[in-house]
Protein backbone atom coordinates (compact mmCIF):
# COMPACT_ATOMS: atom_id res chain seq x y z
CA UNK A 1 0.00 0.00 0.00
CA UNK A 2 1.54 3.52 -0.82
CA UNK A 3 0.68 5.99 1.24
CA UNK A 4 1.07 9.84 1.16
CA UNK A 5 4.82 9.44 1.96
CA UNK A 6 7.55 6.25 1.44
CA UNK A 7 10.16 6.02 3.95
CA UNK A 8 12.90 3.66 2.64
CA UNK A 9 16.36 3.17 3.95
CA UNK A 10 19.00 5.02 1.36
CA UNK A 11 22.54 4.32 2.10
CA UNK A 12 23.99 8.12 3.12
CA UNK A 13 20.96 9.62 2.17
CA UNK A 14 20.01 11.57 -0.85
CA UNK A 15 22.05 14.66 0.37
CA UNK A 16 23.82 15.03 -2.66
CA UNK A 17 25.24 17.89 -4.53
CA UNK A 18 23.84 18.87 -7.56
CA UNK A 19 25.83 20.55 -9.83
CA UNK A 20 24.73 23.96 -11.18
CA UNK A 21 22.81 24.58 -14.28
CA UNK A 22 22.32 26.88 -16.95
CA UNK A 23 19.78 28.19 -19.55
CA UNK A 24 20.76 27.02 -22.85
CA UNK A 25 19.02 27.66 -26.48
CA UNK A 26 19.44 24.60 -29.23
CA UNK A 27 19.97 25.55 -32.58
CA UNK A 28 17.83 24.36 -35.41
CA UNK A 29 16.81 25.22 -38.98
CA UNK A 30 13.48 26.75 -38.60
CA UNK A 31 11.40 27.42 -41.50
CA UNK A 32 7.51 28.34 -40.30
CA UNK A 33 4.66 29.64 -42.19
CA UNK A 34 3.33 32.61 -41.90
CA UNK A 35 -0.34 32.10 -41.49
CA UNK A 36 -1.92 28.82 -40.64
CA UNK A 37 -5.43 29.79 -42.38
CA UNK A 38 -3.72 31.26 -45.36
CA UNK A 39 -2.38 28.23 -46.51
CA UNK A 40 -4.94 25.86 -45.54
CA UNK A 41 -6.74 28.42 -47.87
CA UNK A 42 -4.45 28.27 -50.53
CA UNK A 43 -4.16 24.08 -50.16
CA UNK A 44 -7.56 24.17 -51.44
CA UNK A 45 -7.94 26.39 -54.08
CA UNK A 46 -5.62 23.69 -55.86
CA UNK A 47 -8.01 22.26 -58.46
CA UNK A 48 -6.84 18.32 -57.46
CA UNK A 49 -7.91 19.00 -54.57
CA UNK A 50 -11.32 20.88 -54.61
CA UNK A 51 -12.01 18.50 -57.43
CA UNK A 52 -12.72 16.14 -53.88
CA UNK A 53 -15.41 17.55 -52.62
CA UNK A 54 -18.99 17.51 -54.11
CA UNK A 55 -21.76 19.72 -53.19
CA UNK A 56 -23.95 18.45 -50.60
CA UNK A 57 -21.38 15.27 -49.64
CA UNK A 58 -21.53 14.34 -45.79
CA UNK A 59 -17.54 14.62 -44.93
CA UNK A 60 -16.62 12.98 -41.77
CA UNK A 61 -13.28 14.86 -40.92
CA UNK A 62 -10.90 12.86 -38.57
CA UNK A 63 -8.64 14.98 -35.64
CA UNK A 64 -6.55 12.86 -33.27
CA UNK A 65 -5.18 13.20 -29.81
CA UNK A 66 -1.64 14.26 -30.32
CA UNK A 67 -0.92 17.95 -29.30
CA UNK A 68 -0.43 18.99 -32.64
CA UNK A 69 0.14 23.13 -32.41
CA UNK A 70 -2.20 24.86 -34.59
CA UNK A 71 -4.42 21.94 -34.67
CA UNK A 72 -7.35 23.96 -33.91
CA UNK A 73 -6.68 26.57 -36.30
CA UNK A 74 -6.07 24.52 -39.19
CA UNK A 75 -9.38 22.31 -38.67
CA UNK A 76 -11.59 25.43 -38.27
CA UNK A 77 -10.09 26.38 -41.63
CA UNK A 78 -10.59 23.30 -43.14
CA UNK A 79 -14.12 22.83 -41.91
CA UNK A 80 -14.45 26.09 -43.78
CA UNK A 81 -12.86 25.55 -47.10
CA UNK A 82 -15.67 22.08 -47.23
CA UNK A 83 -18.57 24.42 -46.74
CA UNK A 84 -17.23 26.72 -49.01
CA UNK A 85 -17.14 23.94 -51.47
CA UNK A 86 -20.58 22.60 -50.61
CA UNK A 87 -20.19 20.17 -48.40
CA UNK A 88 -21.67 19.12 -45.16
CA UNK A 89 -18.69 18.17 -42.45
CA UNK A 90 -18.60 16.69 -39.10
CA UNK A 91 -16.02 16.30 -36.88
CA UNK A 92 -15.03 12.54 -35.10
CA UNK A 93 -11.53 11.71 -32.95
CA UNK A 94 -9.96 9.65 -35.32
CA UNK A 95 -7.53 8.44 -31.98
CA UNK A 96 -7.44 4.74 -31.59
CA UNK A 97 -7.86 4.06 -27.72
CA UNK A 98 -6.92 6.93 -26.76
CA UNK A 99 -8.80 9.18 -24.14
CA UNK A 100 -9.78 6.05 -22.65
CA UNK A 101 -11.11 4.62 -25.37
CA UNK A 102 -14.38 5.99 -24.26
CA UNK A 103 -16.57 8.19 -26.44
CA UNK A 104 -16.68 10.80 -23.40
CA UNK A 105 -12.99 10.41 -23.19
CA UNK A 106 -12.11 11.26 -26.53
CA UNK A 107 -14.53 14.42 -27.24
CA UNK A 108 -12.61 15.49 -24.32
CA UNK A 109 -9.30 15.42 -25.78
CA UNK A 110 -10.54 17.38 -29.02
CA UNK A 111 -12.04 19.93 -26.35
CA UNK A 112 -8.85 20.13 -24.48
CA UNK A 113 -7.31 21.14 -27.94
CA UNK A 114 -9.96 23.93 -28.85
CA UNK A 115 -11.99 21.68 -30.96
CA UNK A 116 -15.66 21.85 -30.11
CA UNK A 117 -18.85 22.21 -31.92
CA UNK A 118 -18.84 26.15 -31.10
CA UNK A 119 -15.48 26.72 -32.44
CA UNK A 120 -15.07 24.91 -35.46
CA UNK A 121 -19.08 25.74 -36.62
CA UNK A 122 -19.83 22.24 -37.24
CA UNK A 123 -21.18 19.34 -35.52
CA UNK A 124 -18.04 17.00 -33.02
CA UNK A 125 -19.52 13.18 -33.38
CA UNK A 126 -17.98 10.94 -30.84
CA UNK A 127 -18.58 7.59 -30.55
CA UNK A 128 -16.83 4.15 -30.53
CA UNK A 129 -18.53 2.10 -32.88
CA UNK A 130 -16.85 0.09 -35.97
CA UNK A 131 -17.51 -1.33 -38.89
CA UNK A 132 -15.52 -4.06 -40.30
CA UNK A 133 -14.24 -3.03 -44.10
CA UNK A 134 -13.06 -6.35 -44.99
CA UNK A 135 -9.65 -8.98 -44.45
CA UNK A 136 -6.45 -8.55 -44.82
CA UNK A 137 -5.05 -11.80 -47.16
CA UNK A 138 -3.45 -12.99 -43.64
CA UNK A 139 -6.64 -12.96 -42.69
CA UNK A 140 -6.60 -10.03 -40.06
CA UNK A 141 -9.93 -7.99 -40.25
CA UNK A 142 -9.67 -4.60 -40.87
CA UNK A 143 -12.17 -1.66 -38.86
CA UNK A 144 -13.03 2.01 -39.67
CA UNK A 145 -15.43 4.31 -37.10
CA UNK A 146 -19.05 3.63 -38.06
CA UNK A 147 -20.07 7.02 -38.49
CA UNK A 148 -16.95 8.20 -40.79
CA UNK A 149 -17.70 5.10 -42.71
CA UNK A 150 -21.14 5.88 -43.25
CA UNK A 151 -20.06 9.70 -44.63
CA UNK A 152 -19.56 9.90 -48.30
CA UNK A 153 -16.02 10.84 -47.90
CA UNK A 154 -13.39 11.31 -45.27
CA UNK A 155 -10.66 13.70 -44.65
CA UNK A 156 -8.05 13.13 -42.01
CA UNK A 157 -6.03 16.03 -40.66
CA UNK A 158 -2.79 14.94 -38.39
CA UNK A 159 0.92 15.44 -38.45
CA UNK A 160 3.53 13.65 -40.40
CA UNK A 161 6.37 12.49 -38.02
CA UNK A 162 9.65 10.15 -37.18
CA UNK A 163 7.15 7.21 -35.45
CA UNK A 164 7.97 6.37 -31.39
CA UNK A 165 8.45 2.59 -32.33
CA UNK A 166 9.38 1.46 -35.91
CA UNK A 167 11.58 2.95 -39.05
CA UNK A 168 9.73 2.85 -42.82
CA UNK A 169 9.20 5.31 -45.65
CA UNK A 170 5.81 5.96 -44.05
CA UNK A 171 5.47 6.32 -39.74
CA UNK A 172 3.22 8.86 -38.00
CA UNK A 173 0.98 10.42 -40.87
CA UNK A 174 -1.94 10.15 -42.84
CA UNK A 175 -1.74 6.17 -42.92
CA UNK A 176 -1.06 5.63 -39.38
CA UNK A 177 -4.22 7.75 -38.63
CA UNK A 178 -6.43 6.33 -41.09
CA UNK A 179 -5.81 2.88 -39.83
CA UNK A 180 -5.22 2.90 -36.25
CA UNK A 181 -6.42 6.08 -35.57
CA UNK A 182 -9.92 5.48 -37.39
CA UNK A 183 -9.85 1.60 -36.25
CA UNK A 184 -11.03 3.15 -32.57
CA UNK A 185 -9.77 0.87 -30.11
CA UNK A 186 -10.63 -2.19 -31.65
CA UNK A 187 -9.53 -1.78 -35.18
CA UNK A 188 -6.07 -0.42 -33.19
CA UNK A 189 -5.99 -3.72 -30.92
CA UNK A 190 -6.10 -5.66 -33.88
CA UNK A 191 -3.59 -4.00 -35.98
CA UNK A 192 -1.38 -3.90 -32.93
CA UNK A 193 -1.06 -7.91 -32.39
CA UNK A 194 1.67 -8.16 -34.88
CA UNK A 195 3.73 -5.67 -32.96
CA UNK A 196 4.41 -2.31 -34.40
CA UNK A 197 7.50 -3.20 -35.70
CA UNK A 198 5.12 -4.85 -38.62
CA UNK A 199 4.26 -1.24 -39.19
CA UNK A 200 5.84 -0.35 -42.19
CA UNK A 201 4.92 -2.90 -44.19
CA UNK A 202 0.99 -3.83 -42.51
CA UNK A 203 -0.24 -0.46 -41.94
CA UNK A 204 0.05 0.23 -45.78
CA UNK A 205 -1.54 -2.52 -46.91
CA UNK A 206 -4.60 -1.82 -44.46
CA UNK A 207 -4.99 1.75 -45.97
CA UNK A 208 -4.94 0.41 -49.25
CA UNK A 209 -8.14 -2.32 -48.43
CA UNK A 210 -9.99 0.86 -46.38
CA UNK A 211 -9.20 3.54 -49.54
CA UNK A 212 -10.79 0.86 -51.59
CA UNK A 213 -13.78 0.35 -49.74
CA UNK A 214 -14.18 4.34 -48.49
CA UNK A 215 -13.66 7.61 -50.32
CA UNK A 216 -11.18 8.46 -48.76
CA UNK A 217 -10.72 12.28 -50.06
CA UNK A 218 -7.73 14.10 -48.52
CA UNK A 219 -4.97 14.06 -45.86
CA UNK A 220 -4.47 17.30 -44.71
CA UNK A 221 -0.56 16.86 -43.46
CA UNK A 222 1.10 19.21 -40.84
CA UNK A 223 5.13 18.89 -40.39
CA UNK A 224 6.19 20.87 -37.80
CA UNK A 225 9.92 22.29 -37.23
CA UNK A 226 12.25 21.58 -34.31
CA UNK A 227 10.47 24.45 -32.20
CA UNK A 228 7.31 23.03 -32.40
CA UNK A 229 6.34 25.30 -35.05
CA UNK A 230 3.68 24.80 -38.04
CA UNK A 231 6.38 24.00 -41.25
CA UNK A 232 4.22 22.81 -43.65
CA UNK A 233 0.39 22.42 -44.63
CA UNK A 234 -0.04 20.24 -47.60
CA UNK A 235 -3.59 18.75 -48.54
CA UNK A 236 -3.00 15.54 -49.79
CA UNK A 237 -5.34 13.98 -52.56
CA UNK A 238 -5.99 10.31 -51.22
CA UNK A 239 -4.35 8.92 -54.58
CA UNK A 240 -1.20 10.83 -53.81
CA UNK A 241 -1.12 9.36 -50.30
CA UNK A 242 1.80 6.56 -51.15
CA UNK A 243 3.95 8.78 -53.08
CA UNK A 244 3.59 12.25 -50.97
CA UNK A 245 3.79 10.62 -47.32
CA UNK A 246 6.91 9.39 -47.76
CA UNK A 247 8.53 12.75 -48.71
CA UNK A 248 6.73 14.66 -45.99
CA UNK A 249 8.22 12.11 -43.44
CA UNK A 250 11.48 12.64 -44.56
CA UNK A 251 11.37 16.29 -44.48
CA UNK A 252 9.91 16.14 -40.78
CA UNK A 253 12.85 13.98 -40.00
CA UNK A 254 15.34 16.52 -41.83
CA UNK A 255 13.09 19.38 -39.17
CA UNK A 256 13.15 17.34 -36.17
CA UNK A 257 15.04 18.51 -32.79
CA UNK A 258 16.88 16.29 -30.76
CA UNK A 259 19.34 16.63 -27.26
CA UNK A 260 22.63 17.63 -29.30
CA UNK A 261 24.61 15.01 -26.77
CA UNK A 262 25.88 11.72 -27.15
CA UNK A 263 25.73 11.00 -24.20
CA UNK A 264 23.78 12.34 -20.55
CA UNK A 265 23.83 11.01 -17.25
CA UNK A 266 20.63 12.46 -16.05
CA UNK A 267 17.82 13.82 -18.16
CA UNK A 268 15.28 15.63 -16.34
CA UNK A 269 11.38 15.16 -17.91
CA UNK A 270 9.47 17.80 -15.95
CA UNK A 271 6.27 16.48 -17.95
CA UNK A 272 5.07 13.68 -19.83
CA UNK A 273 1.60 12.85 -21.86
CA UNK A 274 -0.77 12.48 -25.01
CA UNK A 275 -0.66 15.40 -26.55
CA UNK A 276 3.36 15.08 -26.40
CA UNK A 277 4.01 11.54 -27.60
CA UNK A 278 2.21 8.32 -28.51
CA UNK A 279 4.65 6.92 -25.53
CA UNK A 280 4.35 9.82 -23.47
CA UNK A 281 8.15 10.97 -24.12
CA UNK A 282 9.58 10.80 -27.73
CA UNK A 283 12.25 8.04 -27.70
CA UNK A 284 13.14 9.95 -30.90
CA UNK A 285 14.48 12.34 -28.38
CA UNK A 286 15.75 10.47 -25.32
CA UNK A 287 16.82 7.71 -26.82
CA UNK A 288 15.34 5.08 -25.21
CA UNK A 289 12.55 2.73 -25.71
CA UNK A 290 10.22 -0.13 -25.04
CA UNK A 291 11.98 -3.66 -24.46
CA UNK A 292 12.83 -5.56 -27.41
CA UNK A 293 12.24 -2.44 -29.61
CA UNK A 294 15.33 -1.96 -32.16
CA UNK A 295 16.38 1.41 -31.38
CA UNK A 296 19.77 2.63 -31.98
CA UNK A 297 18.87 6.42 -31.09
CA UNK A 298 21.30 9.15 -29.38
CA UNK A 299 21.61 10.37 -26.92
CA UNK A 300 22.72 7.93 -24.27
CA UNK A 301 20.61 8.57 -21.04
CA UNK A 302 21.71 6.69 -17.90
CA UNK A 303 18.84 8.01 -15.83
CA UNK A 304 15.32 9.36 -16.51
CA UNK A 305 13.36 10.92 -13.75
CA UNK A 306 9.66 12.59 -14.66
CA UNK A 307 8.87 14.90 -12.92
CA UNK A 308 4.63 15.34 -13.58
CA UNK A 309 2.26 14.73 -16.57
CA UNK A 310 0.44 17.39 -18.89
CA UNK A 311 -2.84 18.49 -17.92
CA UNK A 312 -3.89 17.37 -21.83
CA UNK A 313 -3.30 14.02 -21.06
CA UNK A 314 -6.08 13.22 -18.66
CA UNK A 315 -4.25 10.96 -16.75
CA UNK A 316 -3.24 8.67 -19.13
CA UNK A 317 0.57 7.96 -18.03
CA UNK A 318 1.70 5.74 -20.98
CA UNK A 319 5.28 5.72 -21.07
CA UNK A 320 6.25 6.45 -17.56
CA UNK A 321 7.33 2.71 -17.77
CA UNK A 322 10.53 4.15 -19.73
CA UNK A 323 11.71 6.03 -16.56
CA UNK A 324 13.83 5.16 -14.11
CA UNK A 325 11.69 7.45 -11.58
CA UNK A 326 9.23 9.59 -10.75
CA UNK A 327 7.46 11.69 -8.28
CA UNK A 328 4.33 11.33 -6.07
CA UNK A 329 2.54 13.70 -7.34
CA UNK A 330 2.69 11.92 -10.81
CA UNK A 331 1.96 8.73 -9.65
CA UNK A 332 -1.17 10.78 -7.27
CA UNK A 333 -2.37 11.85 -10.93
CA UNK A 334 -2.17 9.16 -12.86
CA UNK A 335 -5.77 7.33 -14.58
CA UNK A 336 -4.61 3.84 -14.03
CA UNK A 337 -7.81 2.68 -16.27
CA UNK A 338 -7.21 5.24 -19.35
CA UNK A 339 -3.47 4.50 -19.13
CA UNK A 340 -3.67 0.65 -19.04
CA UNK A 341 -6.69 0.78 -22.17
CA UNK A 342 -3.61 2.60 -24.25
CA UNK A 343 -0.95 0.22 -22.88
CA UNK A 344 -2.45 -2.69 -23.89
CA UNK A 345 -3.86 -1.76 -27.03
CA UNK A 346 -0.14 -1.46 -28.06
CA UNK A 347 0.93 -4.70 -26.67
CA UNK A 348 4.08 -2.88 -25.04
CA UNK A 349 3.59 -3.43 -21.86
CA UNK A 350 6.54 -2.21 -20.14
CA UNK A 351 4.76 1.21 -21.14
CA UNK A 352 2.81 1.16 -18.12
CA UNK A 353 5.37 0.08 -15.16
CA UNK A 354 5.60 1.90 -12.29
CA UNK A 355 9.00 3.10 -11.69
CA UNK A 356 10.96 4.08 -8.55
CA UNK A 357 8.41 7.06 -6.63
CA UNK A 358 9.86 9.34 -4.93
CA UNK A 359 7.99 12.00 -2.61
CA UNK A 360 9.30 14.94 -4.45
CA UNK A 361 10.65 16.57 -7.38
CA UNK A 362 14.23 17.49 -5.18
CA UNK A 363 14.24 13.87 -4.02
CA UNK A 364 13.75 12.02 -7.72
CA UNK A 365 16.30 14.32 -8.98
CA UNK A 366 19.33 13.64 -6.34
CA UNK A 367 18.34 9.58 -6.39
CA UNK A 368 18.88 9.76 -10.29
CA UNK A 369 21.98 11.41 -9.75
CA UNK A 370 22.94 9.55 -6.50
CA UNK A 371 23.06 6.52 -8.94
CA UNK A 372 24.99 6.85 -11.69
CA UNK A 373 27.56 4.36 -11.34
CA UNK A 374 30.84 5.93 -11.46
CA UNK A 375 30.41 9.12 -11.45
CA UNK A 376 30.89 11.86 -8.52
CA UNK A 377 27.17 13.90 -8.10
CA UNK A 378 28.70 17.15 -9.28
CA UNK A 379 30.31 15.73 -12.37
CA UNK A 380 26.79 14.25 -13.57
CA UNK A 381 26.23 15.91 -17.06
CA UNK A 382 22.49 16.47 -16.78
CA UNK A 383 19.63 17.42 -19.00
CA UNK A 384 16.34 19.23 -18.10
CA UNK A 385 13.78 19.99 -20.51
CA UNK A 386 10.15 20.65 -20.00
CA UNK A 387 8.93 17.92 -22.18
CA UNK A 388 10.16 16.60 -25.06
CA UNK A 389 8.11 18.44 -27.86
CA UNK A 390 9.76 21.53 -26.57
CA UNK A 391 13.77 21.34 -26.51
CA UNK A 392 15.12 24.46 -28.04
CA UNK A 393 15.16 25.85 -24.46
CA UNK A 394 17.11 23.62 -22.18
CA UNK A 395 18.68 23.58 -18.82
CA UNK A 396 22.47 21.56 -18.16
CA UNK A 397 24.70 21.32 -15.82
CA UNK A 398 27.99 22.87 -15.83
CA UNK A 399 30.09 19.69 -16.71
CA UNK A 400 28.52 19.88 -20.05
CA UNK A 401 29.24 23.17 -20.55
CA UNK A 402 32.91 23.00 -22.34
CA UNK A 403 31.14 21.07 -25.05
CA UNK A 404 27.83 23.95 -25.18
CA UNK A 405 30.87 26.47 -25.66
CA UNK A 406 33.03 24.38 -28.24
CA UNK A 407 30.08 23.99 -30.60
CA UNK A 408 28.07 27.64 -31.00
CA UNK A 409 26.90 26.44 -34.25
CA UNK A 410 24.61 24.63 -32.11
CA UNK A 411 24.52 26.22 -28.82
CA UNK A 412 23.65 29.68 -27.17
CA UNK A 413 24.32 30.35 -23.52
CA UNK A 414 21.42 32.50 -22.30
CA UNK A 415 21.48 32.34 -18.42
CA UNK A 416 23.89 32.04 -15.77
CA UNK A 417 24.70 29.62 -13.81
CA UNK A 418 22.54 28.80 -10.72
CA UNK A 419 21.69 26.15 -8.71
CA UNK A 420 18.40 23.73 -9.02
CA UNK A 421 15.54 25.72 -7.49
CA UNK A 422 13.16 24.36 -5.06
CA UNK A 423 10.41 25.17 -2.93
CA UNK A 424 10.02 24.23 0.60
CA UNK A 425 8.26 21.34 -0.14
CA UNK A 426 10.95 20.39 -2.81
CA UNK A 427 9.18 21.26 -5.89
CA UNK A 428 11.22 22.51 -8.97
CA UNK A 429 10.85 25.65 -10.02
CA UNK A 430 9.81 26.05 -13.11
CA UNK A 431 12.14 26.23 -16.10
CA UNK A 432 12.42 29.38 -18.11
CA UNK A 433 11.70 29.31 -21.66
CA UNK A 434 9.25 28.73 -24.09
CA UNK A 435 5.36 29.25 -22.65
CA UNK A 436 6.87 29.66 -19.58
CA UNK A 437 6.87 32.30 -16.67
CA UNK A 438 9.43 31.90 -13.65
CA UNK A 439 7.71 30.95 -10.86
CA UNK A 440 7.01 32.70 -7.42
CA UNK A 441 7.72 31.19 -4.30
Known amino acids: MIGDRIETNIAGGLDVPLPRMVHVRQKFDRPRLASVTATVVEQFKRPEVRAKVKPGMTIAVGCGSRGINNIAECTKQVIAELKALGAKPFIFPAMGSHGGATAEGQREVLEGYGITEATMGCPVHSQMDVVELGKLDSGMPVYMDKLAAAADGVVLICRVKPHTNFRAPIESGIVKMMTIGMGKI ?256
Open 186 to 441: IGATTLHTDGMDAFGELLPIAARLIMAKKNFLIGVAMVENAADETAIIEAVPGEQVFDREPVLQAKAKSLMARLQFDEIDVLVVEKIGKNISGSGMDPNITGRNCRFTEWDMKPLVKKIAILGLTPETHGNATGLGLADVITMRLYRDIDIAKTYANVITSTYLDGAGIPIIMNTDQEAIQLAVKTVVRVKPQDTKIVRVANTLEIMDIHVSEPLLPFVKANPSMFEIVGELEAFKFDAKGTLYPMLGKHREHATA
